[in-house]
């Protein structure tokens, strides 16, 4: 996406962080404490949250490339309006919240019919499957319009990933899935044995076609969260961009606990002109409440509590930016209980069993030939392509993001802040 930002001359309007928790597995400290401390006081800012989960293992894949496999299902599990096992306060959420939510989940609805159809216009439209003997391939569509049925938008229920403690303080979220229990197949395939050491991309390539080899199938399954994402993000609503100017890109690090008389570091490091990377930059920081500082890097104290807005001036030679957040500073900050803190590992592994072999005389292929993208001048590797209808880049997805979202447990955290050039 950085690539399609500079070559269309536009950048995100707002401030996106790829962030990656530690001690999932072990009751998701990491998150938790990314929420009660790390960002703490920047919540009310945070537009939108991305958990990248356990993808790979659903739709457009059949178990083996077989034919007379079912297709496999995608999940999209959103943040809920309703209270359910997990989340027992969505009913309490403020009025701001829930309008954001439901504002999300449409948004999110909208976006799988437009990738969809964005699949087919770049020259995904056909995917070949092994007949019961395996001794030819058929081609059979997808991406059409009576599969949408294939991903399945559900309420989260909160099962135990990284999301739950953004879902918890009100923020829209999504996590996207894959088919991970298959209680729905019977003896047809046994389950992904996700986070084992079984889990390899060998593997992923045999459920997909039945070889070791890379499998079509999996690249577009890999690919569809991600091509997802990048609709939503494009959204004016979500991360959105404006068009390139003369003046520096501001930003401000993440916002810790906002409480009254605790000191809160507030950093600007990241922000640059990117007309001139190397020029030296002056900073301006008005806190709200009468003071002001001006270093890159500074600490605040608020001493009575209150709605303050932060507003950060960070000027180039060519112009300036004023952004601004707003923060709330109270006698306590908000703390989200963590469900899993009891969690006690066992020390056991599992080892998976009935796991397929390989059969490396397999293949598959899309067809017709996808259509070139368009490609960037700045980086040859990364594919770009525009639709028509909503602009948003598409080919990425099928190159770098997708072997993120294999190896890593990826968070996108959209931050919303108000910006504008001073003239």
């Known amino acids: 996406m950085g690539a399609y930002w500079r070559s269309q001359h536009v950048y995100p309007a707002r401030t996106l962080r790829f962030v990656i928790f530690d001690a999932e597995e072990q009751g998701l400290y990491g998150s938790f404490h990314y929420v009660n401390s790390t960002v703490n006081g920047d919540l009310s800012n945070i537009v939108a949250m991305f958990n990248e989960e356990q993808n790979g293992i659903a739709y457009p894949l ?34 701001r919240q829930r309008d954001a939510i439901a504002s999300f989940r449409t948004s999110m609805q909208e976006a799988i019919s437009n990738v969809f159809a964005q699949f087919r216009a770049l020259g995904y439209q056909n995917l070949t499957y092994h007949t019961n003997s395996n001794t030819q391939n058929v ?9 949408l049925s294939s991903v399945h938008i559900e309420d989260d229920p909160g099962l135990g990933s990284d999301q739950i403690p953004f879902t918890l ?51 577009l399954a890999l690919a569809l969260p991600g091509m997802l994402t990048t609709w939503m993000l494009v959204q004016p609503t979500v991360l959105g961009q404006v068009a390139a100017d003369s003046n520096p890109i501001a930003a401000i690090s993440d916002i810790g606990q906002t409480q009254i008389g605790q000191s809160i570091a507030l950093n600007a490091a ?149 910006r504008r050039p001073a003239g």
Request: net charge negative; charged share 10%.
């Open 169 to 219: 303080a009100g923020v829209p979220c999504v996590t996207f899935a894959g088919d991970g229990t298959h209680d729905d197949k019977g003896s047809i395939m046994p389950p992904y044995p996700f986070d084992t050491s079984a889990d390899t991309i060998q593997l992923m390539n045999t459920y997909a076609d039945g070889s070791s080899h890379v499998s079509q199938a999996l690249a």
């Open 270 to 418: 990241t922000s640059f002109d990117p007309g001139n990377p190397n020029t030296t930059l002056a900073y301006n920081w008005d806190f709200g409440d009468g003071t002001s500082a001006s270093s890159v890097a500074v600490e605040h104290t608020y001493k009575t509590p209150g709605n303050y807005i932060l507003t950060l001036t960070v000027t180039s030679p060519g112009g300036k930016r004023i952004i601004n957040k707003s923060i709330s500073v109270t006698a306590q900050t908000p703390n989200y209980a963590n469900p899993f803190v009891g969690f006690q590992p066992t020390g056991n592994t599992y080892i998976p069993q009935g796991m397929p072999t390989p059969d490396d005389r397999l293949t598959d292929k899309v067809s017709p030939e996808p259509q070139p993208a368009a490609t960037s001048p700045v980086k040859k590797t990364t594919l770009l392509a525009s639709s028509p209808t909503t602009g948003f880049p598409v080919g990425p997805l099928i190159t770098g993001f997708v072997v993120v979202i294999v190896l890593l447990a990826l968070v996108l955290v959209v931050v919303g802040r108000r």
């Open 139 to 147: 081609e059979r569509p997808v991406f059409t319009p009576d599969q």
């Open 62 to 95: 059949r178990y083996l490339g077989a034919l007379s496999n079912p297709l496999l299902p995608f999940y999209v599990e959103m943040a809920p309006l309703q209270n359910n096992g997990m989340y027992t306060t969505q009913s309490q959420l403020s009025t």
